[in-house]
């Protein structure tokens, strides 16, 4: 377990990186994410204006108080600049030890590996600290990168559900992975 109380903000150091709670001051750095159409294309959403980002930001942090906590919604930081937002990663808890995974990086912070790692800690988070027995990620047929993401991370590919969701104004599918928690190998990251 992380060893912290409800009330602290969960803080994960991830290498060079750290995942954290995020903060009432970081409308800025989600707006950079979820209102860029280069980042949202390749999302279940469709860009977003400040306000739509701000009421975003909000439920994140009502979430956040949650006890238990339906949702681990983490900003990705730069540990040397802990204040910028440069992206998220989420797991999404349901049914019985499962979770849904989710990621996105500012445009200008793609290919640098920052998601391999960010996405590595999350599921070591979700498997040891969480103690999840299933991850799953649905990703937009066309989002190759991803896919090779999460198959580099071991996830095996389950199928494709079609017409998954509305976004950018008509129906995609989605490719669903996933990861069981005996088939997670920390060391192959």
């Not at 956040?64 to 906590?69: C, D, F, H, S, V």
Request: charged residues 25%; proline residues 4%.
């Amino acid at each position: 377990m992380t060893g912290r109380t409800p009330s602290e903000p969960l803080r994960l150091p991830a290498g060079s990186l750290l995942l954290r709670d995020f903060e009432a001051s970081d409308t800025d750095g989600v707006l950079s994410i979820v209102g860029d159409e280069r980042v949202t294309y390749w999302l279940s959403f469709a860009s977003r204006d400040r306000a739509e980002a701000q009421s975003m930001l909000d439920g994140i942090l009502k979430r956040q108080l949650e006890t238990p906590r339906s949702e681990y919604y983490l900003a990705i930081a730069d540990s040397d600049s802990p204040e910028t937002v440069i992206g998220f990663v989420r797991l999404g808890l349901g049914g019985v030890k499962a979770a849904d995974l989710g990621y996105a990086l500012r445009h200008e912070w793609q290919g640098r590996g920052i998601a391999r790692a960010a996405v590595s800690r999350m599921i070591e988070f979700g498997f040891g600290d969480l103690g999840l027995h299933r991850l799953t990620a649905n990703i937009g047929p066309q989002n190759t990168a991803s896919m090779r993401l999460v198959e580099s991370l071991g996830f095996q590919r389950e199928g494709t559900i079609r017409d998954h969701v509305h976004t950018n104004g008509a129906w995609r599918d989605s490719v669903s992975f996933s990861l069981l928690e005996g088939e997670w190998q920390p060391a192959a990251v």
